[in-house]
């Protein structure tokens, strides 16, 4: 039984108690206000409870009614009797709530029914990315109605996760309420495997590398770097596809402070998926697992290693070193150099009142903080501006235009077009081929204020929704240069969210347009989206991985100095796969 | 009993205080839908898709309308004796009790529907009705707000036989504007608001707030202006639920009352 439940048995069963002593005080100091008394038990077990009446409860409301029955005599006896009566059906409720397997039930099935049937309705990304509802709902409602049946959250967390994962969309996305946190992160973690003591990368060159590795693994000669070839017999990326937790997408949140600990994403653009495709063949094994590898020699090796532990530890901190960014709030400035100074930027929005506005001056006072700093700092001699996009979750475009307007070309520049709604038919309106209907342009003034300084935009598969946007009108300016070691996500669609008794769905709701009605940077059935043509990739190489993970430096931003300073091991977009 | 019901009406028609406290709350509620311009600006909005931005709010402070009619019929009459000289001239105390009880429970819902809808038929006759919510669905939400209305009314008449004291029902009515508009505003993260929401069968607070809500659905375009799409059919369940349980309840509180004031001494 819940402790609440409990709880309230127990303040209604001692009620009893007390009842049965005041009525022999009712009957020496006679008063018609004692009645009152009597009505305090069914209140105590309607208000008692965190999630509302429960039908097992039955025998203790049952009970209440009558203990409170004493409000309609005067006689000591027969209020005893009552009060007796009603203690011994309340403690009816323990063997009911006990025998009950649909005791407090989750209603997971109920949730499923209610979030699949919104978001079919109003996803507006359904044929851009073909997607089958009929069949998602043949494929997801009876795990669902099974989760429901074994009331198991863990595997409610991770089913919604693989429902999420087959949108390829950075906006689809579902948290389950602090209740089910605990369990939905055990099972996550599970998902994620065992720890043999290292993660597994895929480079540039397609090979697959040790990062992260554990000092144990030095006896075999395994240090970050080291080539794997053979994952308990076959390659990491085919390993990395049979992981329990591939194509998730979902997160694990701290069960104390509710911050996100790990995010997996099943991303839109696949050139992020196979950048990521070693991450999780690390964590697939069972008490051991062979590996293969190339030793110094470039000789082939095999080694037994054990299970130390669980994955999530390590590839978390592996997610979080190649994602790292620079270590400023947001909007704030570091100086790098003499010549040149990084602006932070970890998500689209400035202030509650100008992310809930689209007039032009919302963000006139970022405009001119942003204004400020540059001057001051083009007076102390800085010419460059290194703009750190890394992780940036997004926001208002509008803001995106306030930043990017201090350093676009002097003029007028388009950013995205809005859609048209049709009010008849309360969704956005399509033309006879099915394509959006553009409703106007959103544009923004270009200022220049750093003159023919130069810019470079850092980015990584997190940086998604109005960062992609962001990376999307700045790819197209002459004096910016944007670099990665992988794409920016691919989504930026507005977003909506559908609340249902245990968790909450969020999904792409609110249209932005190309000029022609074409889907603005979301990847498509082909998983290739629009934004990030533009970026450089920095390769992923032995000395990328020894310097984040041996050195503990920011390669991408010493790439970025080197590339300021005149040379550069950038590649512009390379073939992945 | 039915001279004691026939003066109670006649006493409702007469009383200045229910009268003026009927006008001033019409008064606020059409202020107030006429000076703010809704989710569109300086666009005045049909009525038919300002009122589900509104009507929470006005519903909510409208519980304050039964209680001071409650007060003002019922209460009046133990605080200048009119009840003690009725029964010392022979009335049954059941008499007194249900000709009062039952003017005031046909009478309060009544009123309280009457002055939450008519601001509304006013601002339609200017702004126009619109189609965001059939006129079919609005009328099917007044309809059963008259169930959990005759339940808080029967709950307001129960406190004052007990109480005996207007300031009691008028203190409680506050309470129950309070919690409501509290639930509305979504600031009833307080655990006892929280708790009165889920449980407030007793006393309609929970019945009366789905009630006036509407389920919708919110899409914005890049220029942040919302598109509401508007879903007013309600579930059979909430309807059955909705009249039993005000029905049941209204029927528990009248019995507690009548039992009460049956056995009490009166002074």
């Known amino acids: ?577 | 009993m039915l001279d004691i019901m026939r003066f109670q009406f006649r006493q409702l028609f007469r009383a200045r205080m229910v009268h003026l406290t009927n006008i001033l709350m019409l008064t606020v509620f059409l202020v107030m839908l006429f000076l703010d311009s809704g989710n569109h600006g300086d666009v005045r909005e049909m009525m038919t898709s300002y009122l589900p931005q509104t009507l929470p709010f006005i519903t909510g402070i409208s519980v304050f309308a039964p209680a001071i009619m409650i007060a003002m019929v019922c209460g009046a009459d133990f605080e200048d004796k009119t009840i003690n000289h009725e029964l010392t001239g022979g009335r049954s105390r059941t008499a007194s009790f249900f000709g009062r009880a039952v003017p005031v429970m046909i009478a309060a819902p009544l009123t309280t529907v009457f002055i939450t809808a008519l601001p509304y038929v006013i601002y339609a006759a200017a702004a126009g009705t619109g189609d965001a919510i059939p006129v079919s669905a609005i009328a099917e939400r007044y309809l059963l707000m008259l169930f959990p209305l005759l339940r808080l009314s029967a709950f307001f008449v129960f406190l004052i036989f007990v109480t005996k004291k207007q300031l009691a029902v008028i203190v409680s009515s506050l309470l129950v504007t309070s919690v409501t508009l509290g639930i509305i505003d979504g600031s009833g993260r307080a655990v006892l608001i929280q708790v009165i929401n889920r449980h407030a069968g007793m006393l309609s607070i929970s019945d009366l707030t789905r009630l006036t809500r509407f389920d919708n659905w919110r899409a914005y375009d890049l220029t942040m202006h919302s598109f509401y799409t508007y879903y007013p059919q309600l579930p059979v369940s909430q309807i059955v639920l909705t009249v039993i349980c005000s029905l049941g309840m209204a029927a528990v509180w009248l019995l507690l009352g009548w039992h009460f004031f049956h056995v009490d001494d009166m002074n």
């Open chain 1, 1 to 577: 039984m819940q402790r609440i439940d409990l709880i309230a048995l127990a303040v209604c069963v001692l009620g009893c108690g007390v009842l049965w002593k005041l009525a022999d005080l009712a009957d020496r100091i006679k008063s018609t206000k004692w009645k009152l008394c009597w009505l305090v038990l069914p209140v105590c077990a309607f208000a008692i409870t965190r999630y509302g009446p429960e039908l097992s409860l039955l025998p203790l409301y049952l009970g209440t009614v009558i203990a409170a029955s004493g409000f309609f005599t005067e006689q000591s006896g027969s209020r005893k009797k009552r009060a007796l009566s009603g203690a011994a059906c309340m403690l009816l409720s323990i063997p009911v709530c006990l025998l009950n397997p649909r005791y407090r039930a989750k209603d997971y099935l109920g949730d499923f029914d209610k979030l699949f049937a919104a978001m079919r309705e109003h996803y507006v990304l359904t044929e851009h990315k073909g997607i089958d509802w009929d069949a998602m709902y043949a494929k997801y409602r009876p795990q669902f109605a099974e989760i429901d049946r074994t009331q198991d959250a863990g595997r409610n967390a991770l089913v919604w996760g693989a429902f999420c994962g087959e949108f390829h969309d950075g906006h689809v996305g579902y948290s389950c309420f602090k209740d089910d946190n605990d369990a939905a992160s055990a099972a996550v973690r599970e998902a994620l495997g065992n720890d043999y003591g290292l993660s597994l990368m895929r480079c540039t060159d397609g090979s697959f590398a040790a990062v992260n590795t554990d000092a144990s693994l030095a006896a075999f000669g395994i240090r970050n770097g080291t080539v794997i070839t053979k994952w308990d017999g076959k390659t990491p990326d085919a390993v990395s596809r049979s992981a329990a937790a591939y194509g998730l997408s979902t997160f694990i949140a701290d069960t104390e402070t509710g911050d996100v600990l790990l995010m997996l994403d099943s991303y839109p653009d696949i050139d992020n998926e196979i950048f990521w495709s070693g991450v999780l063949a690390a964590g697939v094994g069972g008490d051991s697992v062979t590996v293969t590898y190339l030793d110094e020699t470039g000789t082939e090796q095999t080694a037994v290693l054990p299970k130390i532990g669980a994955y999530f530890d390590r590839l978390r901190s592996t997610v979080d070193t190649v994602n790292q960014g620079v270590n400023a709030g947001n909007l704030q400035w570091k100086k790098l150099n003499d010549t040149t100074a990084c602006l932070r930027i970890k998500g689209m929005s400035y202030d509650s009142q100008s992310y809930e506005s689209a007039e032009d001056d919302a963000y006139d006072e970022m405009k001119d903080e942003i204004r400020e700093t540059i001057l001051r700092y083009q007076a102390e001699g800085v010419r460059d501006v290194v703009i750190d996009l890394r992780s940036n979750q997004g926001g208002s475009p509008h803001m995106v235009d306030g930043v990017v307007s201090m350093f676009a070309p002097k003029g007028e520049h388009y950013n995205m077009s809005t859609g048209l709604w049709d009010a008849e038919h309360h969704c956005w309106a399509t033309d006879t081929s099915g394509r959006y209907i553009p409703n106007g342009d959103i544009t923004f003034q270009g200022e220049q204020l750093l003159g023919d300084g130069r810019i470079i935009v850092l980015v990584n598969s997190e940086t998604v929704s109005a960062g992609d946007d962001m990376v999307k009108i700045m790819e197209g300016m002459e004096n910016v240069r944007i670099i990665g070691f992988m794409q920016p996500n691919g989504s930026c669609q507005a977003v909506n969210f559908q609340t249902a008794d245990w968790g909450t769905l969020s999904f792409s709701s609110c249209v932005s347009l190309e000029k022609d009605g074409s889907i603005f940077i979301d990847s498509g059935i082909d998983r290739q989206s629009t934004d990030g043509d533009g970026v450089e990739i920095v390769p992923f190489d032995e000395a990328a991985i020894r310097s984040l993970f041996d050195e503990h430096k920011d390669y991408l931003m010493e790439q970025a100095l080197q590339m300021l300073a005149g040379s550069t091991g950038a590649v512009s977009n390379p073939v992945l796969d």
